[in-house]
Nanobody, 113 residues
Framework: QVQLVESGGGLVQPGGSLRLSCAASGSIFRGFTMAWYRQAPGKQRELVASISSGGNRNYADSVKGRFTISRDNAKNTVYLQMNNLKPEDTAVYYC???????WGQGTQVTVSS
């Protein structure tokens, strides 16, 4: 069964950090670009960061210097380390695979004092 399972979200104060994880089925992970998206209430889903199978990374301007995407190919898992979080980072975060059009359930990140 093909799936993406996100975890690691929560409530954090501004300036805090969180690490998101996404466990993927091997058939949609190995050899494919993985990405993190987010969707805030009333807004469209937007690309946050992506990482190719070879490790090339791209980031949205709004998160450059604060977020780091990485992948563990042995565990079929992609991570998003988020530092210096801001209230505008509040959203449901989803991971995706370039091999599959589906989405996981997402994980809620709330940045608030």
């Amino acid at each position: 069964q093909v799936q993406l399972v996100e975890s690691g979200g929560g409530l954090v104060q501004p300036g805090g950090s969180l690490r998101l994880s996404c466990a993927a089925s091997g058939s949609i992970f190995r050899g494919f670009t993985m990405a993190w998206y987010r969707q805030a209430p009333g807004k469209q889903r937007e690309l946050v960061a992506s990482i190719s199978s070879g490790g090339n990374r791209n980031y949205a301007d709004s998160v450059k210097g604060r977020f780091t995407i990485s992948r563990d190919n042995a565990k079929n898992t992609v991570y998003l380390q988020m530092n210096n979080l801001k209230p505008e980072d509040t959203a449901v975060y989803y991971c995706s695979s370039s091999r599959w059009a589906g989405w996981g359930q997402g994980t809620q990140v709330t940045v608030s004092s």
